[in-house]
């Protein structure tokens, strides 16, 4: 069984910086492509970027230039460093491995980011 907990979340004004974390167990994050994705209100979640196993990254047009993921092999985590925050990053964020195939249903609780202007 898969379980992934985010944390690192929370309130930050425009302009500031959060990291989140993502602990997984049930799933090795060095051999499965990594994603953080994050839902707004009344929004579908996004996918924001993607680490993979040989720690490419790829990001949204929304974050490129401002947000860095990164893993710890060791520690099964997956990071994301967000700068310079605009309102319109707000939302909850959750990591997951980015492909998922049919009948994958875990997910995390997601961490809380909100942005004030």
């Known amino acids: 069984q898969v379980q992934l907990v985010e944390s690192g979340g929370g309130l930050v004004q425009a302009g500031g910086s959060l990291r989140l974390s993502c602990v997984g167990s049930g799933l090795i994050f060095s051999t499965n492509a990594m994603a953080w994705y994050r839902q707004a209100p009344g929004k579908q979640r996004e996918w924001v970027g993607t680490i993979t196993s040989t720690d490419s990254t790829y990001y949204a047009n929304s974050g490129k230039g401002r947000f860095t993921i990164s893993k710890d092999n060791a520690k099964n985590i997956v990071y994301l460093q967000m700068n310079n925050l605009k309102s319109e990053d707000s939302g909850v964020y959750y990591c997951?491995?980015?492909?998922?195939?049919?009948?994958?249903?875990?997910w995390g609780q997601g961490t809380q980011v909100t942005v004030s202007s």
């Open positions: 997951n491995r980015l492909s998922r195939p049919p009948g994958y249903v875990y």
